[in-house]
């Protein structure tokens, strides 16, 4: 059983920054692509970023330049990191690993962009 644990959401003003942490329990996590997604309030659970075990990274065109995910195999850790951040933005984050035929999810962080 693998626990994905968020942190560093919050309310930012628009053109602001925030940093997500996701912290990986088990010793499994360097193995597999991370992935962070979002959802805003009637909204499906769209995909952010991807990264792999080896650190190829794929992002959602809605964020591409302003987002980059990172990860830290040494510490369990997955990371977003978000610039130029807009009202848009708004939404639950959530960590996501992604193994062959499960995946784990994180409880959210709640990222909040005011105008």
């Known amino acids: 059983q693998v626990q994905l644990v968020e942190s560093g959401g919050g309310l930012v003003q628009a053109g602001g920054s925030l940093r997500l942490s996701c912290a990986a329990s088990?010793?499994?996590?360097?193995?597999?692509?991370m992935a962070w997604h979002r959802q805003a309030p009637g909204n499906q659970r769209d995909l952010v970023a991807t990264?792999?075990?080896?650190?190829?990274?794929n992002y959602g065109d809605s964020v591409k330049g302003r987002f980059t995910i990172s990860r830290d195999n040494a510490k369990n850790a997955v990371y977003l990191q978000m610039n130029s951040l807009k009202p848009e933005d708004t939404a639950v984050y959530y960590c996501?690993?992604?193994?062959?035929?499960?995946?784990?999810w994180g409880q959210g962080t709640q990222v909040t962009v005011s105008s």
């Open positions: 996501n690993m992604k193994m062959a035929l499960l995946n784990y």
């Open positions: 088990g010793n499994i996590f360097s193995r597999y692509t």
């Open positions: 990264i792999t075990s080896s650190g190829s990274t």
